[in-house]
């Protein structure tokens, strides 16, 4: 089994920043490509940005600009950075990897538990 465990949410004011981590453990042989996905009330869970192990990113265009990912394949970690952040882009953020699990040599998806970001006007 592998586990996702965010940290890093919170509240802030509009044009604040915030830094999300997520860090995996377990039968890890290797992680694809890690991710972050938000779910706001009311709406559906959208892709925020995603980072291979190559360290190849693609953003929503929502947080082009504003956010950036990185990961430290170490430390089996990827990381969230928010600058100038928005009402609009809180919600629950969540964690993603593309796992090759060593029990079984097959890649798996996993998801955290999800951190709040709040953002006030």
């Known amino acids: 089994q592998v586990q996702l465990v965010e940290s890093g949410g919170g509240l802030v004011q509009a044009g604040g920043s915030l830094r999300l981590s997520c860090a995996a453990s377990?039968?890890?042989?290797?992680?694809?490509?890690m991710g972050w996905y938000r779910q706001a009330p009311g709406k559906q869970r959208e892709l925020v940005a995603t980072?291979?192990?190559?360290?190849?990113?693609d953003y929503a265009d929502s947080v082009k600009g504003r956010f950036t990912i990185s990961r430290d394949n170490a430390k089996n970690t990827v990381y969230l950075q928010m600058n100038s952040l928005k009402p609009e882009d809180t919600a629950l953020y969540y964690c993603?990897?593309?796992?090759?699990?060593?029990?079984?040599?097959?890649?798996?998806?996993?998801w955290g538990q999800g951190t709040q970001v709040t953002v006030s006007s």
């Open positions: 993603n990897a593309n796992v090759l699990v060593t029990t079984t040599l097959r890649f798996y998806d996993y």
């Open positions: 377990g039968s890890i042989f290797v992680i694809n490509a």
């Open positions: 980072i291979t192990s190559g360290g190849s990113t």
